[in-house]
C-alpha cells in the first residue's frame, strides 16, 4: 500500500498594523532651518521629476487638444492664425506643458502637504491626505467645465458679437491662451468645496460663519471670476461665477454636514 505523506505544517501570521492611541499627544518633529531648506530643494526636485515625465505625455496629447480647440472654437475651417514663424512650435510645448502640469498637479499638492506636515496633528494630516482624490477630481471637472462649456460659449458669443461690422478674426496665441486660462484657472477655482471642508474641519472658520458671510464670499467670487475670465464682457464673467457660488454653496453644506465638529473643538472635549 501506498503511504500517505505528510506534509509540515505551515503557519503564517499577518503582521498587523501599529495601534495608535488617539489620546496619546502629538510629537513634532523639530527641524533646523537647514534641514527644511534641504527638505524644500528635495521635493521641488521631486515635483520638477514629475512634471519632466508627464511632458512626453503631454507631448502626446498636444496635438489631439489643438484640433479639439480648433474645433470648440469654431476655426476648423481656417485654422489658428499664426502671425510668427515659431509660433507652431512654441503652442505645441505650451499646451504639452499645460497637459504635464494638469497631470500632475494632485502630486505636486501632496508634496506641498508632505512639507508642512511636520507642524500638523495627525488628525489634520489624515484630514489634508484624505482630501486629495477630491482634489484630483475636483481639478478634472474644472478643466473638462472650461473646455466643453465655459471657453467654446464664450468664444461663440464673441465671435457673433456685432457679426456685420467685426470680422472675427482671433490670433492663434489669444485662442489658445483663452482656452488654457479658463481651463486651468476653473481647474484651481473648483477646489472651493474642498478647501471650506478643511477650514472647517480644523477649525478655522465654522459653517455658521460661511453662511453669515455668503455677501462677501459672493463677492469676492465675483472678483476671481473677473480675473479667471480672459475676457471682461458679463457673458463670460456669468459662465464662471455662477458655478463658484453653487460650489460655494455645495462647500458650505458639506462642511456644514461632515465638519459640525472642529478637530480644536473635540481635542478640547477630549482634553475636558
Not at 507642524?119 to 489624515?126: H, M
Not at 473648483?190 to 460663519?209: C, D, N, T, W
Request: avoid cysteine; charge should be positive; glycine fraction near 4%.
Amino acid at each position: 500500500m501506498a503511504r500517505s505523506i505528510r506534509l509540515p505544517k505551515v503557519r503564517f501570521k499577518i503582521p498587523r498594523l501599529p495601534q495608535v492611541d488617539p489620546e496619546k499627544p502629538d510629537v513634532f518633529e523639530e527641524m533646523t532651518l537647514q534641514e527644511h531648506l534641504e527638505e524644500l530643494r528635495d521635493r521641488i526636485m521631486r515635483m520638477v521629476i514629475a512634471i519632466v515625465v508627464a511632458f512626453v505625455a503631454g507631448v502626446v496629447f498636444a496635438r489631439p487638444l489643438l484640433r479639439e480647440i480648433v474645433e470648440r472654437a469654431n476655426l476648423a475651417n481656417t485654422g489658428l492664425d499664426i502671425r510668427g514663424p515659431a509660433e507652431p512650435l512654441t503652442l505645441f510645448f505650451k499646451v504639452a506643458l499645460y497637459i504635464a502640469i494638469g497631470i500632475t498637479l494632485p502630486f505636486i499638492i501632496y508634496e506641498l502637504i508632505a512639507f508642512l506636515a511636520p507642524g500638523l496633528t495627525r488628525k489634520e494630516k489624515r484630514v489634508l491626505f484624505s482630501s486629495l482624490p477630491f482634489v484630483a477630481i475636483l481639478f478634472v471637472s474644472g478643466v473638462a467645465y472650461g473646455f466643453f462649456v465655459a471657453a467654446p460659449r464664450a468664444l461663440y458669443f464673441l465671435s457673433n458679437f456685432m457679426p456685420d461690422i467685426i470680422s472675427f478674426q482671433p490670433d492663434g496665441v489669444e485662442v489658445l491662451n483663452f482656452f488654457l486660462t479658463l481651463m486651468m484657472g476653473l481647474g484651481i477655482a473648483f477646489q472651493l468645496p474642498v478647501i471650506m471642508f478643511v477650514l472647517a474641519k480644523i477649525g478655522i472658520v465654522s459653517p455658521e460663519k460661511m453662511r453669515e458671510w455668503r455677501k462677501y464670499a459672493y463677492l469676492v467670487l465675483v472678483i476671481a471670476s473677473a480675473v479667471i475670465t480672459p475676457s471682461t464682457d458679463p457673458f463670460n464673467l456669468a459662465l464662471v461665477a455662477i458655478p463658484l457660488v453653487i460650489l460655494y454653496e455645495l462647500g458650505a453644506v458639506i462642511s456644514r454636514v461632515f465638519a459640525r465638529t472642529s478637530l480644536r473643538e473635540s481635542t478640547d472635549t477630549a482634553a475636558g
